[in-house]
């Protein structure tokens, strides 16, 4: 289980704070393939990234005795001043890898995005970082137990997308995903069970089709 302890993610405003989420209590199960619903801007990324360790609730805690990925996607994970490499690099060794040349080889070749593997990561595009953060999950045995996916099919052309897709599915076979993609046909391709964010919470449906019927209710016909 993911559990949402009391979570809450604001940001400060001049007027006070614009809540993302307020107050969340909830487990998500972790033996299902978990697709997150809701419109641009109503915090599917913020989610993913605070499942993920890469940001934190405001107030709360998520604890889970499963090891989850780091987000893959248009934002990933990346220390945006180290370049592509030293990332690479870095992840390796406290991973315990004492020779990194051939991941990090690996990582550029899947990655194809030539000298920029060596330029500080805030320089990437979203496509660029997302091509690095998934090579560098491609390029380890790491035993994930779920992989968190925000948008990862938008990147790319069609063949750096079907090669990203089938790599997923032949190395990650046996394990969870929870993802964010605009496209319902992919959700419904990976995704079994679905959240759908509404009204700065999360609320969870065994059955993907009843979470996309409540998000086209919700947020799509009553427009």
């Given at each position: ?28 199960p972790t033996d299902r393939n978990i697709a997150i619903l809701g419109p ?36 990933g994970g990346l220390q945006g001043s180290m370049t592509g490499r030293e ?73 750096f997308k079907a090669k990203s897709q089938k790599l997923l599915l032949e ?53």
């Amino acid at each position: 289980m993911i559990r949402f302890n009391s979570v809450s993610k604001y940001y400060p405003t001049k007027q006070g704070r614009s809540y993302v989420f307020r107050d969340v209590n909830i487990e998500l199960p972790t033996d299902r393939n978990i697709a997150i619903l809701g419109p641009n801007g109503v915090g599917k990324s913020t989610l993913i990234r605070m499942i993920g360790g890469t940001d934190i609730p405001s107030s709360g805690e998520i604890t889970t005795d499963k090891n989850i990925s780091w987000p893959l996607g248009l934002q990933g994970g990346l220390q945006g001043s180290m370049t592509g490499r030293e990332n690479v690099r870095f992840v390796a060794r406290i991973h315990g890898y004492k020779e990194t040349r051939q991941i990090e080889q690996q990582v550029a070749d899947f990655a194809e995005i030539g000298a920029y593997f060596d330029e500080p990561v805030k320089t990437y595009s979203n496509g660029m970082r997302a091509r690095v953060t998934f090579g560098l999950t491609m390029g380890f045995d790491f035993n994930f137990d779920v992989l968190l996916i925000d948008e990862l099919t938008a990147v790319g052309d069609a063949a750096f997308k079907a090669k990203s897709q089938k790599l997923l599915l032949e190395k990650y076979e046996k394990t969870k995903v929870i993802m964010v993609n605009h496209s319902l046909d992919q959700l419904r391709k990976f995704c079994d069970a679905g959240v759908v964010i509404r009204e700065n919470t999360l609320h969870y449906f065994d059955h993907l089709e009843q979470a996309i019927e409540e998000y086209q209710e919700v947020y799509v016909r009553n427009r």
